[in-house]
């Protein structure tokens, strides 16, 4: 019988993986993968400190920019709804 890696993942289970199309959504994918890179090749999360800040700025900048946003289409939802 086939040993079954949890890692090894075709790239199938990658497109279906809806953290990934999340990511992937945010413009922030290739930081995320360099952030898993180092994981994966120091084995130490503290080594990787600069990686995970590039990509938690990456994630506020794309959140805060989502934000604003939201916000500004429920003004104008709002303004359309008032002058009815």
């Given at each position: 019988?086939?040993?079954?890696?949890?890692?090894?993942?075709?790239?199938?289970?990658?497109?279906?993986?809806?953290?990934?199309?999340?990511?992937?959504?945010?413009?922030?994918?290739?930081?995320?993968?360099?952030?898993?890179?180092?994981?994966?090749?120091?084995?130490?999360?503290r080594?990787?400190?600069?990686?995970?800040?590039?990509?938690?700025?990456?994630?506020?900048?794309?959140q805060?920019?989502?934000?604003?946003?939201?916000?500004?289409?429920?003004?104008?939802?709002?303004?359309?709804?008032?002058?009815?």
């Amino acid at each position: 019988m086939a040993s079954l890696t949890p890692h090894d993942r075709s790239r199938k289970d990658d497109e279906d993986d809806p953290v990934e199309q999340m990511i992937s959504r945010t413009g922030c994918a290739e930081l995320h993968y360099t952030v898993q890179e180092c994981m994966a090749e120091h084995q130490d999360w503290r080594v990787c400190q600069n990686q995970v800040q590039t990509f938690k700025d990456c994630m506020m900048n794309f959140q805060n920019a989502r934000k604003e946003q939201l916000m500004k289409q429920q003004r104008a939802t709002s303004t359309e709804s008032s002058t009815s």
